[in-house]
C-alpha cells in the first residue's frame, strides 16, 4: 500500500479540514475493518524558487571555477554535505546514498548553503555572493 500525505489546517475550534477531503475519505476505504496509525505534525516551510535558484548560481560559479560540470558540482556538493549512512535493521547491510537537497526544510537548506559557502572560501578561495549583493564575477585564466 502507497502511503499517502495530506493537508489541511485545524480551524479556531480545534476541528481539522483536510483540504482534499474527498481524496482523503477515498483512501481511507483501503484500511476498512483494518488498524491504522494518524501522524499530524505541523508543516514546514519550504525554501522559495528564489533561494533554489540561487543555490544553482554558487553550483554554477563552483562548476565553472573547478572544470566540473553544474550536475558533477552539485553531486559533489550532495555527498559531501548530505551523505547518509544506515544500517539496515533485518539485514545489518550498511546502505550510503545522499539526500535529495529538494527535500531539504529552510533551515536543512540553510545550513547546506552556510557549508558551501565555508567550503568553496577554504578550499577554493571564492567568496560567494551573497543575496542582494549586486556582484560581478568573472574568470580569469
Given at each position: 500500500?502507497i502511503?499517502?500525505?495530506?493537508?489541511?489546517?485545524?480551524?479556531e475550534?480545534?476541528?481539522?479540514?483536510?483540504?482534499?477531503?474527498k481524496?482523503f475519505?477515498?483512501?481511507?476505504?483501503?484500511f476498512?475493518?483494518?488498524?491504522?496509525?494518524?501522524?499530524?505534525?505541523?508543516?514546514?516551510?519550504?525554501?522559495?524558487?528564489?533561494?533554489?535558484?540561487?543555490?544553482?548560481?554558487?553550483?554554477?560559479?563552483?562548476?565553472?571555477?573547478?572544470?566540473y560540470?553544474?550536475?558533477?558540482?552539485?553531486?559533489?556538493v550532495?555527498?559531501k554535505?548530505?551523505?547518509?549512512e544506515?544500517?539496515?535493521?533485518?539485514?545489518?547491510?550498511?546502505f550510503?546514498?545522499?539526500k535529495?537537497?529538494?527535500?531539504?526544510?529552510?533551515?536543512?537548506f540553510?545550513?547546506?548553503?552556510?557549508?558551501?559557502?565555508n567550503?568553496?572560501?577554504?578550499?577554493?578561495?571564492?567568496?560567494?555572493?551573497l543575496?542582494?549583493?549586486?556582484?560581478?564575477i568573472?574568470?580569469?585564466?
Amino acid at each position: 500500500m502507497i502511503e499517502l500525505t495530506f493537508f489541511g489546517r485545524v480551524d479556531e475550534e480545534g476541528r481539522l479540514k483536510i483540504a482534499d477531503r474527498k481524496g482523503f475519505d477515498s483512501y481511507l476505504l483501503n484500511f476498512c475493518g483494518q488498524p491504522v496509525t494518524v501522524d499530524i505534525k505541523k508543516k514546514k516551510a519550504k525554501r522559495s524558487n528564489q533561494q533554489n535558484a540561487f543555490f544553482h548560481s554558487w553550483i554554477t560559479l563552483l562548476a565553472e571555477h573547478t572544470g566540473y560540470t553544474k550536475e558533477e558540482m552539485k553531486e559533489i556538493v550532495k555527498f559531501k554535505f548530505l551523505k547518509v549512512e544506515e544500517i539496515h535493521d533485518q539485514t545489518g547491510e550498511t546502505f550510503i546514498y545522499t539526500k535529495s537537497t529538494a527535500k531539504l526544510n529552510k533551515g536543512e537548506f540553510s545550513d547546506l548553503c552556510t557549508e558551501v559557502q565555508n567550503w568553496a572560501r577554504d578550499t577554493f578561495e571564492i567568496l560567494l555572493p551573497l543575496p542582494g549583493n549586486n556582484w560581478e564575477i568573472t574568470f580569469t585564466t
